[in-house]
């Protein structure tokens, strides 16, 4: 935390944001370049390919700053992009059991729906409240796990 170079990348990050329109934010998904700062932040004192990931991190978005002003950024290859934030978010998950946030939703609600379901029936005898009340729960136990790894810093 507090860390020189987290807090460099994350200005660049903030400046550009308001900076590009709709359409360049969401394909460079700035809200996840952020949180992917944040988590190499928390282990460039231990973790010799976060610190270099967020050293490049920086650099890159430099150049992508550089793009933006030079009004080249409408014209950029994006899957080159969304590769690279793969790449570092692939090592955070590997080596800091890092987990994406839609991937705990995804597992939880399914779960969460089912139980809600069976118990759902089991009290009502009626089909379709079980079922509301299923889904109903299934959102509450995903959201609350969803949540709560994100209280631990866990989520990306
Ligand atoms: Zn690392």
Redesign the pocket.
Request: proline share 0%; glycine share 0%.
């Given at each position: 935390m507090g860390n020189l170079k987290a807090n460099k990348s994350i200005a660049i990050v903030k400046w550009m944001k308001y900076r590009v329109n709709e359409s360049v934010f969401n394909k460079l998904d700035f809200f996840l370049i952020e949180r992917v700062i944040n988590a190499?932040s928390n282990?460039t004192y231990?973790?010799?390919?976060?610190?270099h990931?967020l050293g490049e991190l920086e650099e890159y978005l430099l150049d992508l700053e550089f793009q933006r002003k030079t009004g080249k950024l409408r014209s950029m290859d994006y899957r080159q992009h969304k590769q690279k934030i793969r790449n570092i978010i692939s090592?955070?998950k590997k080596?800091?059991d890092l987990k994406s946030s839609a991937r705990s939703f995804n597992i939880f609600v399914p779960i969460g729906t089912a139980i809600g379901i069976i118990l759902g029936f089991y009290l009502s005898q009626s089909i379709i409240l079980a079922i509301i009340g299923g889904i109903f729960t299934g959102i509450t136990v995903g959201y609350v796990y969803d949540t709560d790894y994100q209280k631990n810093d866990l989520t990306l």
């Open positions: 190499l282990y231990e973790c010799e390919t976060c610190n990931h090592h955070l080596e800091h």
